[in-house]
T-cell receptor, first 114, second 110 residues
């Protein structure tokens, strides 16, 4: 597509429920990144993929968070047993490759856990 | 390790210049600069690569001092549209993991 598409734009969920956030990167972009951004702060790295391979997941806060990109295109970030502290803007970005290229960010998914 | 940006905030009049600094405690492979307006996604401005190559906008320039592990973003003859929060991001290994600074808020007034 022309840009990075994320869905849903807004998600309100009850504490303890699982949520899946979707990212559709720019067509042909090798690298896909997940970040979390609190209000007034810089994006916080979660994980990234080259093609379908997860290269680095050191930023995932705990084992309730997981991500996949099974066919090297669309990616899903899953949060199990959500907690109120998971409430944030989750942003996906893609780039042509993981070194030497800028990122294009999606509009994000605003997750609210009540 | 998160890079440190300075200043935290800047207020300018149209036409004035600004410099935003980004400093890392680790050796840098590359530095990215992004601008984010309120309620929007960060937008890529520029990347500076180890070895001196730059890719980015014509009206915005930046420097990259590899020895000092620092980068500076230069905004000249500022326009109202330059207002927003500027983030630097640093890559400190060959894995491509980009870590963002805390941001510098720039406000340009008429």
């Amino acid at each position: 597509g022309a840009g990075v598409s994320q869905s849903p734009r807004y998600k309100v969920t009850k504490r303890g429920q699982d949520v899946a956030l979707r990212c559709d990167p720019i067509s042909g972009h090798v690298s896909l990144y997940w970040y979390r951004q609190a209000l007034g702060q810089g994006p916080e790295f979660l994980t990234y993929f080259n093609y379908e391979a997860q290269q680095d997941k050191s930023g995932l806060p705990n084992d309730r968070f997981s991500a996949e990109r099974p066919e090297g295109s669309i990616s899903t970030l899953t949060i199990q047993r959500t907690e109120q502290r998971d409430s944030a803007m989750y942003r996906c970005a893609s780039s042509a490759r993981d070194t030497g290229y800028g990122y294009t960010f999606g509009s994000g998914t605003r997750l609210t856990v009540v | 390790q998160q890079p440190v940006q300075s200043p935290q905030a800047v207020i300018l009049r149209e036409g004035e210049d600004a410099v935003i600094n980004c400093s890392s405690s680790k050796a840098l492979y590359s530095v990215h600069w992004y601008r984010q307006k309120h309620g929007e996604a960060p937008v890529f401005l520029m990347i500076l690569l180890k070895g001196g190559e730059q890719k980015g906008h014509e009206k915005i320039s930046a420097s990259f001092n590899e020895k000092k592990q620092q980068s500076s973003l230069y905004l000249t003859a500022s326009q109202l549209s330059y207002s927003g929060t500027y983030f630097c991001g640093t890559v400190t290994s060959n894995t491509g993991k980009l870590i963002f600074g805390q941001g510098t808020t720039l406000q340009v007034k008429p």
